[in-house]
């Protein structure tokens, strides 16, 4: 098992543009989520799944779009890079909310 | 507005001593508590967790003790080892959504 896997490990974007974080789990998980982390505020939760087709907002969704369409894979989109989403994002997954989650190793993304 | 606060930032502790490391919630709904360790450039990995019906969870060098009545938690960690350095995060679950701690800096020296 390859466990949660993320892609890219590093991005450095302008501002205003887009792009797609990857996230893959091989491990049948119905529950998947995005943090990100920055210093001092540890992991906030931006989208989450509880299954396909099924997504819904965290703590801070916004400039942030997801959707779910198969149970192993969970992009999250940046519409509009902002200087403000520069940060490190986490992907998870586990098979309910209240389970051990499985992170991934992250992406470090930088806005400019 | 943290749900989850961990008011200690860093925390050295000599090699083969207790580690406590605290946390404190301010929402009642939450029903399920737990602890994530992260190394430098990884992902958080599972350390440990508690139910809200319990008051303590033990996993061989790791308990977790939960008090209700105060909202807070603890994780002790006996006996410290080097590779416990690293930063510890509490979490806590409610309705689908996990709130994370800003983290606490475990150095174990040596």
């Known amino acids: 098992n390859a466990g949660v896997t993320q892609t890219p490990k590093f991005q450095v974007l302008k501002t205003g543009q887009s792009m797609t974080l990857q996230c893959a789990q091989d491990m049948n998980h119905e529950y998947m989520s995005w943090y990100r982390q920055d210093p001092g505020m540890g992991l906030r939760l931006i989208h989450y799944s509880v299954g396909a087709g099924i997504t819904d907002q965290g703590e801070v969704p916004n400039g942030y779009n997801v959707s779910r369409s198969t149970t192993e894979d969970f992009p999250l989109r940046l519409l509009s890079a902002a200087p403000s989403q520069t940060s490190v994002y986490f992907c998870a997954s586990s098979f309910t909310s209240s389970d051990t989650q499985y992170f991934g190793p992250g992406t470090r993304l930088t806005v400019l | 507005d943290q749900q989850v606060k961990q008011n200690s930032p860093s925390l050295s502790v000599q090699e083969g001593r207790i580690s406590i490391l605290n946390c404190d919630y301010t929402n009642s709904m939450f029903d399920y508590f737990l602890w994530y360790k992260k190394y430098p450039a990884e992902g958080p990995t599972f350390l440990i967790s508690i139910s809200s019906i319990k008051d303590k969870n033990e996993d061989g060098r790791f308990t977790v003790f939960l008090n209700k009545s105060a909202k807070h938690l603890s994780l002790h960690i006996v006996p410290s080892q080097p590779g416990d350095s690293a930063v510890y995060f509490c979490?806590?679950?409610?309705?689908?959504?996990?709130?994370f701690g800003a983290g606490t800096t475990v150095t174990v020296r040596a």
């Open positions: 979490a806590a679950v409610n309705d689908y959504k996990l709130s």
